[in-house]
């Protein structure tokens, strides 16, 4: 009889389980990388022109068009962007998941509904824009003409102003494009200046020279997995500690982590997908 019982019990518990073993996987694979949080912060920069006093910029990153990502996701969360009409859009890269080229027509018709910012619109490159080992120029340029195409203005280690805000937008860390020393060192000392940089670990290397503002960043996916409490297990970064979020660095840098819209695989744990609409301010 007592055997019988807790036999019965362990079934019980067994069929619990593995209930809420799949509930989880169901919530991890079809909820929660599709359910995209907006995130406010201010954004105070040194030397802002009083005319852009309050002025809103949305960064949008990582949204991964390509095998793995949903399109149409990808495109209600760009369409929510432009209902909140924003001064200005900044993409901080990874367009793509480059398997193939037909990614890149998919690419296409999935930015015909980028967001334009009022006043400006400005992107880079991530990683995985240079296609397979970040090693593909041929692939960068093609998803970067096609990012033109769709009204971004694309910075490869390039200054862009617009209405007196100031973007260095700097190519990929792990591209064989990674050069921005010489553009930090003739433009990061100018007043109402943003930098975009796809992967934070960048900020620790020795090449910033004295810039001393916001680096708007992406790359990480803010880990995509993260236990309650604990730092997410995976990250692609040397860092560690730049999972997603605001830092403050050294020489009066503040980087900000987007945890970006898209996903590699389609697994999100206690990382929502994010997109910030920060209000710019004069520091
Ligand atoms: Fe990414």
Sequence with gaps: MMAALTRRRAIQLLAVGSGGIALLGLYTWGFEPH????TYSDLPVKGLPS??????????????????????????SLQRVAQLAPDFV??????????????????????????????????????????LNWHMLEVANHVTTIAASAGITMLRNEAATFAGLQFLGLDDLWSPCFAPQSLL????????????????????????????GWILTGHTHGGQCKPPFLPPPILPVRNKH???????????????????????????FNVRPEITVFRVRAA
């Excluded at 359910?35 to 907006?38: A, H, T, V």
């Excluded at 890269?93 to 890149?104: A, M, S, W």
Aim: proline fraction near 5%.
């Design 35 to 38: 359910w995209l949080e907006f």
């Design 185 to 212: 060192a003739a433009k990061g000392q100018d007043p109402s200046t943003i930098v975009l940089c796809h992967n934070p670990d960048a900020a620790d290397l020795p090449v910033w020279g004295q810039y001393n």
């Design 242 to 268: 730049y999972s997603a979020g605001r830092f403050e660095l050294s020489g009066g840098r503040t980087m900000y982590i987007s945890r970006g819209v898209g996903h590699l695989l389609r697994v999100r």
């Design 51 to 76: 005319e852009l006093e309050g002025k809103t910029l949305a960064q949008i990153s990582d949204i991964h068009v390509g095998p793995q990502v949903d399109d149409e996701y990808v495109i209600d």
């Design 90 to 131: 900044v993409f901080t890269g990874d367009f793509v998941t480059y398997r193939h080229p037909r990614q890149l027509e998919q690419l296409s018709r999935v930015l015909i509904f980028f967001p334009q910012g009022r006043l400006g619109t400005v992107g880079i490159l991530g990683n995985h824009d240079y296609g």
